[in-house]
């Protein structure tokens, strides 16, 4: 089976531009969450989504924004990017909304804002 | 706030050295701990997980046990190869109405040569 797949792997941007990620989960699972790592630091939560709803957000501004789609897929969104905003974004999806630490995570999409 | 914090890296080790990797929490109530890693290109996997006092998690050879008294799960492994070269996190689960994340340490890179 295939695991969490996200696009793109790599994205540059300007600042003030908006961005789209994409995420993929693993066939089954139907909560998705989204961290931030930047580098040289441990990933910061930014949101779950579970079964299509918001379930936890992070201490994000409100350029941050997500969904999650009927198939379990889901699309993080950054508007108005900021020089600090460049980092590797993560996404895990897991069986349920509480798993415990069974999250599954993929490769992360590696956003550089300039 | 829950807080994870882990020793600085880089922590560079001969193979079949033992190793040890520090990280205390501070938590209210019962969190679960754990320990993922990051191997270079790839994304974060679990490793190890205990999810109450005096557990211990075990897998590759890693332990790591539950200390409430201490407020730490440090992770130990007898004799380390070549391949554990990676970073490494600790984290603990958070629960709640605000849905369910993970609060990573900053991380922790080993390096082993030959």
Redesign the interface.
């Known amino acids: 089976d295939a ?2 797949t996200q696009s793109p792997t790599h994205l540059i941007k300007t600042r003030g531009q908006q961005v789209t990620l994409r995420c993929s989960p693993i066939s089954g699972h139907k ?1 998705v ?1 989204w ?1 931030q790592q930047v580098l ?6 930014i949101f ?1 989504y ?1 079964e299509k709803e ?5 201490n994000f501004p409100d350029r941050f924004s997500a969904r999650q789609f009927p198939n379990y897929s889901s699309e993080l969104n950054v508007n108005a990017l900021l020089l600090g905003d460049s980092a590797l974004y ?1 996404c ?1 999806s ?1 069986l349920g ?12 999409t590696q956003l550089s804002v300039l | 706030g829950d807080s994870v914090t882990q020793m600085e890296g880089p922590v560079t080790l001969s193979e079949e050295a033992f190793l040890t990797i520090n990280c205390t929490y501070t938590a209210t109530g019962y969190p679960s701990l754990f320990w993922y890693v990051q191997y270079p290109g790839e994304g974060l996997q679990l490793l190890l997980k205990a999810t109450k006092a005096d557990d211990k998690g075990s897998n590759k050879g890693f332990e790591a046990t539950y200390r409430k008294e201490t407020t730490s799960f440090h992770l130990e492994k007898g004799s380390v190869q070549v391949s554990d070269s990676a970073v490494y996190f600790c984290a603990l689960s958070r629960n709640s109405n605000s849905g369910y994340a993970l609060n990573f340490g900053k991380g922790t890179s080993l390096l082993v040569t030959p």
């Open positions: 695991g969490v909560s969450s961290y040289g630091q441990g990933p910061q939560f779950q579970y918001e379930r936890g957000r992070g993560l895990a897991s909304a509480g798993a415990d630490g069974k999250l599954f995570f993929g490769s992360g």
